[in-house]
């Protein structure tokens, strides 16, 4: 029988999304990394060919056939993009129902939420930062800018979204709970179906444990069913990002592809410099030298790289953050999959030295206004970036938007993208883990990382033994 004294949580145990990491291992050990690598250097060398420079194949022919290389890799994306939001989803609820009780959530929510904008606000301040230092703007030529704007569709959602002012605020904040939940997930509005499935897992804990089993035991076939769907998304992947950058260079030429080489320089100079950053709040909270950690991370960093999808690797993340950094499970399994999703420090860089690189070229003045503006633009929309590929570039026309720089200039940096959302990605979910690392040492426990995991190991080997996929202690 229950205790009335214990919070239901602290008797629902569900199986933790790690153990789904299988698949993506066998991917870092058949190194999926460096066959994407491959991919994109073969897509840019056949893109050449058939490419206005080369002058090989008639333009019609040309783009007919480019189109059809990039069919993987539409179905790559597509694949990726369909599963995010049932994963995450899911992994909130079930990340919830893992915590040890009440008390660790409240704690671990609170100060996970402040540190999230915090650290996004700083990887804006480095973004702004490098690229008003580089100006990767000035080395673009305006035929450039015109050829590529003239070949390119555009992508992103081109209509004007207005900057609220300080009176609709209010208003705003409440919207950001969806009164039509469904419609919130249908339209992919990405805060607001976190929002939900945070109060949706709350009050589902916060119901009996044999009530709340049968919510928790879908969420987790849910989980199941989407990692399936990866792991068929992940056999494309060379192939996908091999025939995305055939097409690109095919259709812009290999002249747009080296002009944007500063910017690309530009923002993986921020996220070197953020990962840095990482690496000492991880050695001054929990003492951990950034060897350890970067060898820790090594491989969800890798996998990120190839999957551009942090939702895709959240098992693995898991797995790491509690077997390689020894972080307890009842936190990791709350911080990834809130992490994954509104954590995303590389995409607000990425999105603030897009936004400068684009006023430059656009020979726009920012001035502090506008720079703050960027700012508090780029939290919110890197909270509302969903995790999966591609995706930082079509939230970007929202801040581009409100500060008035033209949406056209997406078509600018689409084609180096694919790079760029890859780097971002792996900075990323570094991110969410050193944020693992962080909440451990900051919120208390009543039991060791140790003993949480021997727990965990035994409720696994129920599961192998009954199949049990939530364990509940209340017999
Ligand atoms: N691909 C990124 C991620 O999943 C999101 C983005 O496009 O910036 O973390």
């Known amino acids: 029988m229950p205790n009335r004294d214990r919070h239901p949580l602290e008797y629902i145990h569900p199986r933790s999304l790690k153990y789904l990491s299988d698949h993506l291992q066998s991917l870092v050990k058949g190194r999926l990394w460096l066959k994407i690598l491959l991919g994109m250097l073969l897509g840019i060398a056949v893109g050449i060919v058939l490419g206005p420079s080369a002058g090989l194949v008639e333009p019609g022919v040309s783009g007919i056939l480019s189109e059809w290389l990039s069919v993987p890799g539409y179905i790559f994306l597509g694949l990726l993009q369909m599963i995010v939001i049932p994963l995450v989803f899911a992994s909130i609820i079930r990340g919830i129902a893992a915590s040890e009780g009440m008390d660790q959530l409240r704690k671990v929510g609170l100060r996970v939420g402040g540190y999230f904008l915090l650290t996004t606000a700083i990887a804006i301040g480095v973004g702004i930062g490098v690229a008003l230092l580089i100006q990767p703007g000035r080395f673009i030529s305006s035929e450039l800018v015109q050829s590529t704007m003239d070949t390119a569709t555009p992508t992103a959602n081109q209509g004007i979204v207005s900057t609220p002012t300080l009176g609709e605020v209010p208003g705003l904040i409440g919207a950001l709970l969806p009164s039509n939940p469904l419609g919130a997930i249908v339209s992919g509005q990405m805060l607001q179906v976190v929002l939900f499935a945070i109060i949706l897992g709350i009050a589902i804990v916060s119901t009996s444990p044999r009530q709340s089993k049968p919510i928790l035991d879908l969420a987790g076939s849910m989980q199941e069913v989407c990692m399936t769907i990866v792991k068929w998304a992940m056999l494309l992947a060379p192939v996908a990002v091999f025939g995305l950058l055939a097409k690109f260079t095919a259709r812009v030429g290999i002249e747009a592809l080296m002009g944007m080489l500063v910017y690309v320089g530009t923002v993986l100079l921020g996220l070197v410099i953020i990962l840095c950053l990482y690496l000492i709040i991880v050695l001054f909270t929990s003492g951990m030298s950034p060897w350890r950690f ?42 990834i999959p809130l992490g994954a999703t509104i954590n995303m420090n590389g995409t607000a860089l990425y999105q603030s030295v897009a936004t400068v690189f684009l006023a430059q070229v656009f020979g726009m003045e920012l001035g502090l206004g506008a720079l703050l503006l960027i700012i508090v633009t780029v939290v919110g929309s890197s909270i509302g970036t969903p995790a999966t590929p591609g995706v930082g570039i079509v939230i970007l026309a929202l801040v581009l938007n409100s500060v008035g720089i033209p949406t056209s200039g997406i078509a600018l940096i689409i084609g180096v993208d694919r790079i760029v959302d890859m780097s971002r990605t792996a900075i990323n979910v570094t991110g969410d883990l050193a944020a693992c690392k962080v909440m451990d040492r900051w919120v208390g426990s009543k039991k060791s990382a140790e003993k949480e995991l021997a727990e965990e190991t035994e409720r696994e080997l129920r599961h192998i033994r009954t199949g049990e996929d939530v364990i509940l202690d209340v017999d």
Do not use: D, H, W, Y
């Open 294 to 335: 970067l060898a820790g991370v090594r491989e969800v960093m890798l996998l990120a790289f190839s999957t551009s999808s942090s939702a895709a690797v959240m098992p693995l993340s898991i797995k790491t953050a509690e077997e390689k950094l020894g972080v307890r499970p009842s936190i990791s399994q709350f911080v």
